[in-house]
T-cell receptor, first 118, second 113 residues
């Protein structure tokens, strides 16, 4: 159980285009999903927290107009990279949280999406 | 600033050697602690987690970690590594069971056959 999928797994686009990445929790409902960015040979950096039915919470330094997040249902969050530029090329990873009680809070990660902007 | 530190960036071991990867965090209060592994070309997988109770936690594939509250540490250990353990290992901390999961910088482990 607790499987998270991402689509697409890899995308190459031209500079200036927008790219949408989907994150789905396949066998559970996730009121909260997270979007991370991982640069080569570096750790994961949290970009934003996506809450179902409300606005996402962005981390400091992350442009909300650049990285649009929509969490329209309990199993789907989307990240849209608008007007992508080469510096947006990265590995984007989502996770979904299973929250059982105050003391239990575990995230399950998707396989990631590699974005290359030419 | 609150942070998670992994002191070893690169570790190279021979098969059957013992492994210990350090993880220290700077959060006060209650924390949930995790170790994740990322095999080459694959996504993050949970190795083990600590929420409460016995500070010595056993995970998958023979890994274990010990939570030492006084040292703010959660070191990962394996008595005998295998070539298939070659991967990157991430320590992560979730303070006060809140939303945020903060990752350490990762440790790249290479096991020579």
């Amino acid at each position: 159980g607790a499987v998270v999928s991402q689509h697409p797994s890899r995308v190459i686009c031209k500079s200036g285009t927008s790219v949408k990445i989907e994150c789905r929790s396949l066998d559970f409902q996730a009121t909260t999903m997270f979007w991370y960015r991982q640069f080569p040979k570096q750790s994961l950096m949290l970009m934003a927290t996506s809450n179902e039915g409300s606005k996402a919470t962005y981390e400091q330094g992350v442009e909300k107009d650049k990285f649009l997040i929509n969490h329209a249902s309990l199993t789907l969050s989307t990240l849209t990279v608008t007007s992508a530029h080469p510096e947006d090329s990265s590995f984007y990873i989502c996770s979904a949280r299973i929250y059982r009680d105050f003391s239990y809070n575990e995230q399950f990660f998707g396989p990631g999406t590699r974005l290359t902007v030419l | 600033a609150q942070s998670v530190s992994q002191h070893n960036h690169h570790v190279i071991l021979s098969e059957a050697a013992s492994l210990e990867l350090g993880c220290n965090y700077s959060y006060g209060g209650t924390v949930n602690l995790f170790w994740y592994v990322q095999y080459p070309g694959q996504h993050l997988q949970l190795l083990l987690k600590y929420f409460s109770g016995d500070p010595l936690v056993k995970g998958i594939k023979g890994f274990e970690a010990e939570f030492i509250k006084s040292k703010f540490s959660f070191n990962l250990r394996k008595p005998s590594v295998q070539w298939s353990d070659t991967a990157e290992y991430f320590c992560a901390v979730n303070p006060n069971a809140g939303n945020m999961l903060t990752f350490g910088g990762g440790t790249r482990l290479m096991v020579k056959p």
